[in-house]
């Protein structure tokens, strides 16, 4: 059974901060990596993806990947209080089949 | 309308009823899915139609059935449901890889059975 682990949270922050989202994934075959934002009582939004083993940056964030530990992870520079939300960790395994993980509920504190 | 549309937004509806959700995608992606989301648990995958061909059904009861007519709309057709089954129900749609594209969600229906 394919598992996505994320720590649920709440993640506290303050304002100007870096915040750190960490997922474990446990299907080897995973190819393809998302993240998504999603706003109490709204739907995902998708925010970035990752393919690659390394770091990929844009704007205020920058996945990073890791296969071998199978440990996916989403920081956020300067996060803001806009940026409270819970943060969805999304592997795929061929085509566009993903497994969510539960969400980190991310808190910024002004 | 941009992006993917659902409706409708909200649906009270009896253990006895039948209605349906219809979602709309204006991205010319070529793959859609239902999804339930539930208080407390993971987003859960229901139906992946690639091309109209359904080509994953996670083992969802029967009282669900999804219909695609051509690679822009999807329908969840509902029926006999139980209260269980109150949860928000997302459609998304994505364009096949590869690489795999992400998958980009309508704002959902908010469903609640009696």
């Known amino acids: 059974q394919k598992e996505v682990e994320q720590n649920s949270g709440p993640l506290s922050v303050p304002e100007g901060a870096i915040a750190s989202l960490n997922c474990t994934y446990s299907?080897?075959?995973?190819?393809?990596f998302f993240w998504y934002r999603q706003y109490s009582g709204k739907s995902p939004e998708l925010i970035m993806f990752i393919y690659s083993n390394g770091d990929k940056e844009d704007g205020r964030f920058t996945a990073q990947l890791n296969k071998a530990s199978q440990y996916v992870s989403l920081l956020i520079r300067d996060s803001q209080p806009s940026d409270s939300a819970t943060y969805l960790c999304?592997?795929?395994?061929?085509?566009?089949?993903?497994?969510f993980g539960g969400g980190t509920r991310l808190m910024v504190k002004p | 309308e941009t992006g993917v549309t659902q409706t409708p937004r909200h649906l009270v509806m009896g253990m006895t009823n039948k209605k349906s959700l219809k979602c709309e995608q204006h991205?010319?992606?070529?793959?859609m899915y239902w999804y339930k989301q539930s208080a407390k648990k993971p987003l859960e995958l229901m139906f992946v139609?690639?091309?109209?061909?359904?080509?994953e059904n996670n083992s969802v009861p029967s009282r669900f059935s999804p219909e695609c007519p051509n690679s822009s709309h999807l329908f969840l057709h509902l029926h006999t449901l139980q209260p269980e089954d109150s949860a928000l129900y997302l459609c998304?749609?994505?364009?096949?890889?590869?690489?795999?594209?992400?998958?980009?969600f309508g704002p959902g229906t908010r469903l609640t059975v009696l």
């Open positions: 139609y690639n091309f109209k061909e359904q080509t």
């Open positions: 998304a749609s994505s364009q096949g890889g590869p690489p795999p594209g992400g998958q980009y």
């Open positions: 299907d080897r075959g995973s190819q393809s």
């Open positions: 999304a592997p795929g395994v061929g085509g566009n089949m993903l497994t």
């Open positions: 991205l010319g992606h070529n793959a």
